[in-house]
């Protein structure tokens, strides 16, 4: 052992549940690549291959949260729980700028298209007020 303070499950709450990004408004549907804000909808054009890079970046976050979490099980040194923790904060950071990225090419794109721009500009800032820090 090198010293470092270890965690163990004795000090972790029994669940600890983070504030949900989604608004209880949202609601997604992933077979029709829809989703709706309140009472507008729209559908996505998002690429097939685009939502598969998506998902599967999340799947390797998943795993990677529970990689951590049998470190906190295994009562791995804080600072390399919190390297990892790191390490996926950046990962989830990534995808969000991709989703992002995808929101203002694809729906902020077609909404001006439709001459519904503020509307989901609207909803863009609402997102984004809850996601920021």
Do not use: W
């Amino acid at each position: 052992m090198n010293g470092s303070k270890r965690l163990g499950q004795e000090s972790l709450p029994d669940s600890q549940q983070d504030e949900d990004l989604l608004s209880d408004d949202t609601v997604y549907n992933n077979t029709k690549n829809t989703h709706s804000h309140g009472q507008s909808a729209h559908s996505h054009v998002h690429s097939e291959e685009s939502l598969r890079g998506i998902v599967n970046r999340l799947s390797r976050i998943e795993g990677h949260v529970r990689g951590i979490k049998t470190m906190v099980q295994q009562s791995s040194p804080c600072p390399d729980v919190l390297l990892q923790i790191a390490a996926v904060r950046g990962a989830l950071d990534r995808v969000a700028r991709i989703v992002l990225d995808e929101h203002l090419t694809e729906c902020i794109g077609r909404a001006a298209k439709e001459g519904n721009i503020e509307v989901e500009i609207e909803q863009l800032k609402a997102a984004l007020d809850r996601f920021l820090p």
